[in-house]
DNA sequence: CGCGTGCTTGAAGCGGGTCAACAACAGTGG
DNA sequence: CCACTGTTGTTGACCCGCTTCAAGCACGCG
């Protein structure tokens, strides 16, 4: 289950991220210009911010291991999770160019980060081209899960909203090769993915008494646990997309 | 305030579309490569579907002149719409590779759309990384949008999700060159905003009453007409963006 | 003129938001 | 070891806003 991720930096061609077969296989040229794409590494505890809205942010990440979520705000506090990022996801991309940053990602649990540099995204499109198409792949599928997730606040009930996250963030997982059985440890409040479903924190707990006493999942503490998907997706009127492998950069 | 096209197919390197100076400029090769991955072009009239949740689509599609827009549908025929299309807008880049699209399109006006093989994707990234960089740039745009579309309907009351709405297709409209003054004519139904922004016709209808009494804008018919832009802004809880040239694909 | 489509308005009911209190638990410091 | 505190989850009460249902209006078109 753990996604722990050895301390020290890894050259690129070491990682070990690269051997999950999640991933699709990249050359050695290529994972040596990621290595000259890299900037660092940075380790984010958990609430710590990754990037705040507004500011500007020279920088992409990749997260290596932990969970984080980009998020919104209003002037008045009022707080949109718009998507989660697990290990694997590009960060930063929204804003190609220069200019100061629409949205903030924070850390959720201890994350670890690989640093790049968003002014060679220009050489890199010249020099790797696999690399580059790997990154508008990558924006494609973010986008998808925008609209999904955007189908869901705008026209799901509060029940299927939830009973669409949690199975949306349980495939994630998997995906990622951090689920182990069944069941996984959730790292966000409740506070979190009320923000994330445009609803109130309490009525979602209410709505999620309503989903557990339906028995296909429980979420007690932060242990989600699975017990019947086909169900869950009936309830969350969700269309199972099969798995791809995924470039990663 | 027209934006008809020319019937007759026409050269990339002779596109009217190419002078407008939203798009940025191209080199002459870039162009020429432009021309040999277009298919050809495609007419839609109002309420025909570009293309339809579900099929397959080989094709990407970069919007010459009208609107179209964007939506996702739950099994029982509830219908989210995403986001609109005006001319320069590049879609169907959602899905990067094979499988079904996620989502369907459909035309508001009649609709000149410039058609490209989604195959020769690669082929585009390999020999021209300007352009491909510019397709990433646009999918980061979308997605800034859709961004922002989650916090309205996520976060924001009635009255600032419609401002918001409002706000954004004016801007969109004048920067595609579009605009005449002060207003034009909004393409859609009240049923599209409402089911742009996650409520019903009859809230939507109810709260826009709400909003013309406070007479920063008016939308009459198909009429809309902005009368204090900051006014509306500070309605909608918006925050202007400086524009920027984009590419045109 | 009659029909259809889109806009507007009223009435009634429910869902979800806000307010408020309490329970469970972990961490802190005496 | 235990009170103290802050965080997170849970539940109840109340009420406003939005949804649904329904009817009427305005306009364009055959």
Chains 1, 2 share one sequence.
């Not at 040596?32 to 809205?53: D, R, V």
């Not at 445009?198 to 707990?205: C, E, P, R, T």
């Not at 019947?228 to 950069?249: G, M, N, S, W, Y």
Request: aromatic share 8%.
């Amino acid at each position: 289950m753990t996604d722990a991720f050895p301390p020290p930096s890894v050259p690129c061609h070491a990682c070990p991220l690269r051997l999950l077969p999640v991933f699709s296989k990249a050359g050695d040229d290529e994972i040596e210009f990621i290595q000259s794409f890299k900037i660092g590494e940075l380790n984010a505890k958990p609430g710590a911010a990754i990037y705040l809205e507004g500011t500007d942010s020279p920088h992409l990440f990749t997260v290596l291991s932990g969970w984080a979520f980009r998020y919104k705000t209003l002037p008045d506090g009022r707080r949109q999770i718009l998507n989660y990022a697990l290990r694997g996801d590009l960060i930063g991309l929204q804003n190609t160019l220069s200019g100061p940053m629409e949205h903030g990602v924070e850390a959720l649990t201890d994350v670890r980060l690989c640093v790049f540099s968003r002014d060679k995204l220009v050489g890199l499109f010249a020099a790797q081209p696999v690399l580059a198409l790997g990154i508008t792949w990558l924006a494609a599928r973010e986008e998808r899960f925008l609209d999904d997730h955007l189908l869901s606040i705008g026209r799901r009930t509060s029940e299927e909203r939830i009973a669409y996250l949690l199975w949306h963030l349980s495939v994630r997982a998997r995906e990622s090769g951090l689920d182990i059985g069944n069941g996984f440890d959730l790292p966000m409040r409740q506070q979190h993915l009320a923000d994330t479903l445009g609803m109130s924190l309490v009525s979602f707990n209410k709505t999620l008494q309503r989903l557990r006493s339906q028995g296909c999942m429980s979420l007690n503490g932060r242990r989600l646990v699975i017990h019947d998907e086909k169900a869950l997706i009936a309830v969350a009127k969700a269309d199972p997309r099969r798995p791809e492998r995924r470039p990663f950069i």
